[in-house]
Every structure is written in C-alpha cells, then in structure tokens.
C-alpha cells in the first residue's frame, strides 16, 4: 500500500474513533483469554462516562475491571452463547434506566470464533416498558378471537389481524393503505364519517353494516370503534352476527306462527257450532224425506269428517305440557292420517297404512305422539311430487318388548349436508318451513325412552323409523 495513503487512512480511523468518543453508546470487542477472562480488545464511545464507570477499557482491560460481579453474571450467559456463534441482545436493569447491549460472534479464518463484538446503549425503564407493551399489545391483536382493524384519523386502515382477513375475505395487502369506508355503500358512507368524527371527539360508536364478501356471500357485521387505543391508531372490533340476525327473524316467524296457531284454533272453534246446525238441519230433512236421501247422507258423512279434524286441531292447539296415559297407537296413527289426508289429496298423494294387529296400549303422551307422526307425515307429503305414494307402518319388535314406527316417502330424499343438519333447530330447506319439526319430535321420542333412525338417499326417497319401548 501507499505509504502516504496508508497515514491518510490511520489518520481517517483515529478520527472515527475520536469521534466516536462523543456518541452515547459503547462499541467494543472482546477476547476470552486462557483463563477464560474477557477481556477488551477494542472500546469506544462515550456511555461508559455517562454510567459514570471512571476506567476507560484499552486492549487487554478485562470485564471484571469495569463492572461489578453480578453485573457481569448477566452478561455471562449471552457472552457465552456470542463465543459459540449466536447473535445476543441482553438488557440489563440498572433501577430506572438499563442497558442494551447486542452481542456478535466474529469468526475467523477457520470459521472458529476467536473476538466478539458489542454495541450498548442505555435506554429509559419506560421506554423498554413501552417497547414490551407493544410487543404484548401484538400478540394480542394478531391471537386475539375478534376481529380487529386499526384506523388512522382519515379512516385509513394501518393495520389488521388475521380475524379481520378472515371475516372481510381479503388479505392484509387488499385492506392496509385502503379506506375503511369502502365496505360502507350509499348513505352508509356519509353516515360512517360523521360518525367517525365522534369517535375522534372521544365518543366510543357502535353500528351494523351489511357486507358483501369477495365470493358474493352476504354477512352482517356489527361494528364498535373507540379512539387512540394506540398512538394515534384507533381500534374498530368486527363481529360476523349474520347468524344471530337469521336465528332472531327465525324466532320472530316461529311466534307469528303459533299467534296463527291460537289465532286458527279460535276460527276452528267458531266453525264448529254452524256445523252443528247444519248437521242437525240435514239430519231433520232426512227425516221429513226420503228424496235426495243419498246426496243428504253424503253430505253427513263429509261434515262428519270436518268435525273430526277441527276436534283434532282444537285438541293439538291446546296442549303442549306431558300427560302419559295407556293409549292405542293405532288410533293415534289413523287420527293423524285423517287430518293430513286432506293435504295429501290435493297433492293426488295416498298414505297406505299397514298396521299390525292387537299391538298393546303402551304409556305414552297421546297428543305428543300424534305431533310426532303429524311433523313426519307433513315432511314426507312435503317431499314427495305429484301422484307419489307415503307410506306409514307399524309392528312390534321380535320380542314384543318395542313398538316400531316407519314413516316412508319416494321422494326428495337429501344429501350428506342436510341429514348432518336436519333436527338443528331452524334447519330448513323449505321456503315456508319453520325448521322446528324435527327437533321437536326427536325431544318427544326422547321424553318416551325412544330412538329415531334416518335413512335417505337424495332423489330417492326418505325413511325415518321411530322405536318406542312399550314398558
Ligand atoms: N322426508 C323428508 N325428505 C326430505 N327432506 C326432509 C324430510 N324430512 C325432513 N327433511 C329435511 O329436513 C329439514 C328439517 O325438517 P323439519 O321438519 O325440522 O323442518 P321443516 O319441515 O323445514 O319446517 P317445519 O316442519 O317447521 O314446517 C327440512 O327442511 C328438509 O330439508
Ligand atoms: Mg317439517
């Protein structure tokens, strides 16, 4: 090398060094001699003076010189690890400040690690405080289960966890940068940004909004911001409350529905005294005459039959509580065949009954077993197209210790999704259907020690088989 070069460059490294003298920090190297000592190879910058350590380290100051033992037990552990090839960062509590330090391993020639060197800086207790509380407030928002987006004060998004992805169906690239007033349309947008102008005032908002996701599905979102959870960053948590909103309009039709229910029971009431007289008035001109004595008795048999139905509506309106009794299935069975004959016809569906004989009177809730069989019934006319046929049979087991019951249609049928739903309250499938049937007679077969079996096969028809023990 030049030699007038080579003193330009001395010259240029002393001053480095020097001037490194002013700065706050301590750069140094480190050798382990023999003994296993630390000891300086390099030192530079001006914190030791602010430690008030009065040695100035020069090559060969060993560690033990500058700092108390237990100190130096704290930095033990990360040296070691440096000597054996690890970058450490150690911060040691010094009361109200303490000191970083970064550790690096040099290696040499044959890649073994002869020198370490180090940066340290002191740093305030608050700001290493602040330093972990981040880190804290971190994990929390990127693990935490709801949905969090944090807003700057133009509603720009700064930062959103994986929740949040997950439930806008975009990724952090579609959303970070972006106005968070998109997912708000119409007036909606106007309305979020008066409202957000409260939350800058200090006001915590709440609200819904509707959101459609990339693949067209449509959610409910509720919404509630506050301002400055963290510098200057203000935290809105997201909840998906599309399935609330759907289970509440459920329950607002399933109670129309039983308004209805009271509502026909009380039309069903008032039909049956007309029906009275006219029975009377028919059976009176029957007597007078024996003109039009086969159209009369016509007449008589089919107001028979709307009194048996409206006695059988008025009966299922009235109670819902148990009442166990000895009761005769068959009968039951041929009620509730009666009263959905009706709807049967007007689909040209036939019920075949197949009824064993002398099946014994089991203790049972007469009235719950014939919503049983009404719900199932209502399902398999339901599945069923124009002109097909439901059937409904029953025998008793081989040791005539259980009653069973098959309710089976050629209809519909469904598919692995819907049988893993079906009995869910509100699962439905049907525009009108209130989802409730088949919970509720899974419950009553439950309350008589029973058990429902379900075999299905999409578009060919479904069986569901009830089994009651008759003691
Ligand atoms: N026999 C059947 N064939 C095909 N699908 C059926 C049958 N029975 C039930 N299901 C399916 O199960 C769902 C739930 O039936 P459930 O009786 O509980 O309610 P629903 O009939 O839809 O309404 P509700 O009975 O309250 O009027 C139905 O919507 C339908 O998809
Ligand atoms: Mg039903």
């Given at each position: 090398?030049?030699?007038?070069y080579?003193?330009?460059?001395?010259?240029?490294?002393?001053?480095f060094h020097?001037?490194?003298?002013?700065?706050?920090?301590?750069?140094?190297?480190l050798?382990r001699?023999?003994?296993?000592e630390?000891?300086?190879?390099?030192?530079?910058?001006?914190?030791?003076d602010?430690?008030g350590?009065s040695?100035?380290?020069?090559?060969?100051t060993?560690?033990n010189?500058?700092?108390?033992?237990?100190?130096i037990a704290e930095?033990?552990?990360?040296?070691?690890?440096?000597f054996?090839?690890?970058t450490?960062?150690?911060n040691?509590?010094l009361?109200?400040r303490?000191i970083?330090?970064?550790?690096?391993?040099v290696t040499g020639?044959n890649?073994?690690i002869?020198e370490v060197?180090g940066?340290?800086?002191?740093t305030?207790?608050?700001e290493?405080e602040?330093d972990?509380n981040?880190k804290?407030f971190?994990?929390?928002?990127n693990?935490?289960m709801e949905a969090?987006?944090?807003?700057?004060?133009n509603?720009?998004?700064?930062?959103?966890?994986?929740?949040?992805?997950e439930?806008l169906?975009?990724?952090?690239?579609?959303l970070?940068g972006?106005?968070?007033?998109q997912?708000?349309?119409?007036?909606?947008?106007?309305?979020?940004?008066?409202?957000?102008?409260?939350?800058?005032y200090?006001?915590k908002?709440?609200?819904e909004?509707?959101y459609?996701?990339?693949?067209?599905l449509?959610?409910e979102?509720?919404?509630?911001?506050e301002k400055?959870?963290?510098?200057?960053?203000?935290v809105?948590v997201?909840?998906?409350v599309?399935?609330q909103?759907?289970t509440?309009?459920k329950?607002?039709k399933?109670e129309a529905?039983?308004?209805?229910?009271e509502?026909a029971?009380?039309?069903?009431h008032?039909i049956?005294?007309?029906?009275?007289s006219?029975?009377?008035?028919?059976?009176?001109?029957?007597n007078?005459?024996d003109?039009?004595d086969?159209y009369?008795?016509i007449?008589?048999?089919e107001v028979d039959?709307?009194e048996?139905?409206?006695?059988?509506?008025?009966v299922?309106s009235k109670s819902?509580s148990?009442?166990?009794m000895?009761?005769?299935?068959?009968?039951?069975?041929?009620d509730?065949?009666d009263l959905?004959?009706?709807?049967?016809i007007?689909?040209n569906?036939?019920?075949k009954?197949d009824l064993?004989?002398?099946i014994?009177?089991?203790f049972?809730?007469?009235?719950q077993?014939k919503?049983?069989?009404?719900n199932f019934?209502?399902?398999?006319?339901e599945?069923?197209?124009?002109?097909d046929?439901?059937?409904i049979?029953m025998?008793?087991?081989?040791e005539?210790d259980f009653?069973q019951?098959?309710i089976?249609?050629y209809?519909?049928g469904?598919?692995?999704?819907?049988m893993?739903?079906i009995?869910?309250p509100?699962f439905?499938?049907?525009?009108e259907g209130t989802g409730?049937?088949?919970?509720?007679?899974?419950?009553?077969?439950?309350?008589?020690?029973?058990?429902?079996?379900?075999?299905?096969k999409?578009?060919?028809?479904?069986?569901?088989t009830?089994?009651?023990?008759?003691?």
């Open positions: 090398m030049n030699k007038q080579e003193e330009v460059e001395i010259k240029r490294i002393a001053d020097h001037s490194l003298n002013h700065c706050p920090i301590h750069l140094f190297g050798r001699d023999a003994e296993g630390y000891k300086f190879t390099y030192s530079a910058g001006s914190m030791l602010e430690l350590v040695i100035k380290p020069s090559p060969g060993s560690l010189d500058l700092y108390a033992k237990e100190l930095w033990t552990d990360p040296l070691e690890k440096a054996s090839g690890l450490q960062t150690a040691i509590n009361g109200v303490s970083r330090t970064t550790i690096y391993p020639k890649q073994d002869l060197v940066t340290s800086y002191i305030s207790n608050s290493l602040n972990q981040l804290k971190k994990q929390l928002f693990h935490a969090i987006v944090l807003c700057r004060s509603m720009e998004i700064a930062e959103v966890n994986d929740r949040a992805c439930l169906q975009l990724s952090k690239e579609e970070i972006h106005s968070a007033d997912f708000f349309v119409g007036n909606g947008k106007e309305l979020i940004r008066k409202k957000w102008k409260e939350v800058l200090g006001k908002i709440k609200g909004f509707r459609k996701t990339p693949d067209g449509v959610k979102i509720e919404y509630s911001c400055d959870i963290v510098d200057k960053l203000h809105t997201l909840k998906d599309t399935d909103k759907l509440e309009q329950l607002l399933a529905l039983n308004v209805v229910g509502l029971a009380g039309v069903a008032e049956r005294n007309p029906l009275t006219l029975k009377g008035f028919v059976q009176l001109i029957q007078q005459t003109e039009f086969q009369l008795t007449i008589l048999t039959r709307i048996h139905i409206i006695k059988e509506f008025l299922l819902n148990q009442n166990f000895m009761s005769c299935v068959t009968d039951i069975i041929n509730t065949v959905l004959n009706t709807q049967a007007m689909k569906i036939e019920i009954k064993e004989d002398h014994p009177l089991i049972c809730d007469p009235l077993l919503q049983v069989f009404i019934l209502k399902n398999a006319i599945a069923s197209a124009v002109g046929c439901v059937e049979n025998k008793l087991s081989r005539k009653l019951v098959q089976r249609d209809g519909c469904m598919d692995e999704t819907v893993k739903k009995g869910k509100f439905t499938t049907k525009d409730l049937g088949l919970m509720v007679s899974t419950n009553i077969i439950k309350h008589h020690n029973g058990r429902l079996d379900v075999k299905s999409k578009d060919k028809g479904t069986m569901f009830i089994t009651i023990p008759i003691k």
